[in-house]
């Protein structure tokens, strides 16, 4: 009987730690998080799947500050409202996105699939991080992912995000389905230069092939939210990683 409880109470213990690989993927159950022996340097010790987050080279997030100017393609974005679902995973406030909006960079089109925060900001320019960072999470028909990143810096309150955040839900891994259409356009800064390199996940399992771009121009975000947004998933940044053979390239 005791051995039994025992078990159960591990297995609770494991949900309530979660470990619901989120952010940007696929759902396994281990228990990666942001601090001490959870934390970023231990990723690739905690699951065979998750040795990337060390041995890759051409991992995210990245400092972006030595990016030389190059001949990009630009990003068309074509976001529609939509009706949305907030989940708490644990590692991030995740929204995900049914509507039918779409970014196209060359030929290639990628499916908005969910956007989620990170604070303070993943990327750092001149290895100073934002106040709050916004990943917008694309697919193409190929399953290969373009991440477009916003960085929030701390002014006005985002009207956008309201309905969001009074959304969060409390308990780990509920989705909340907002009755408020979303407009996920409101959430681009208005100036469209980005940078981009390639990158990885940044949450375990820390797979490659991403395509990143990013915001030069960052939005606001109130000291207020950036509060109540890490009251619900606590700092959530993982630290800078290095470029390698890789270099940033900014659109203008
Ligand atoms: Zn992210």
Redesign the pocket.
């Known amino acids: 009987m005791r051995y039994m409880s025992s078990v159960v109470g591990l297995a609770s213990l494991c949900m309530a730690l979660n470990v619901y690989a989120g952010?940007?993927g696929h759902g396994k159950e281990v228990h990666w998080g942001y601090e001490g022996e959870h934390g970023p340097a231990h990723w690739a010790e905690m699951k065979a799947e998750f040795k990337q987050c060390d041995a890759g080279l051409e991992q995210s997030p990245v400092d972006l500050g030595d990016a030389t100017k190059g001949d990009l393609a630009k990003i068309e974005f074509s976001y529609q409202p939509s009706a949305v679902k907030v989940l708490n995973n644990g590692h991030?406030v995740q929204v995900n996105y049914s509507g039918d909006s779409s970014i196209k960079i060359g030929a290639q089109v990628y499916k908005l699939v969910q956007f989620?925060f990170?604070s303070p900001s993943?990327n750092t320019v001149k290895k100073k991080p934002f106040d709050m960072?916004l990943?917008l999470?694309h697919k193409n028909d190929k399953g290969e992912l373009a991440?477009v990143g916003v960085f929030m810096q701390g002014g006005t309150a985002n009207q956008t995000l309201e309905p969001v955040w009074a959304n969060i839900p409390k308990e780990i891994n509920k989705e909340a389905t907002l009755t408020a259409q979303i407009n996920v356009a409101e959430l681009l800064p208005a100036k469209r230069s980005f940078y981009h390199f390639k990158g990885s996940l940044?949450?375990p399992p820390c797979s490659e092939g991403v395509q990143w771009f990013v915001m030069k121009e960052p939005t606001t975000v109130s000291a207020e939210q950036v509060k109540s947004f890490v009251a619900a998933v606590g700092n959530n940044a993982r630290p800078v990683q290095a470029l390698n053979q890789r270099s940033v390239v900014a659109s203008e």
């Open positions: 952010a940007e991030t989620h990170h993943e960072e990943h999470v991440v940044t949450t």
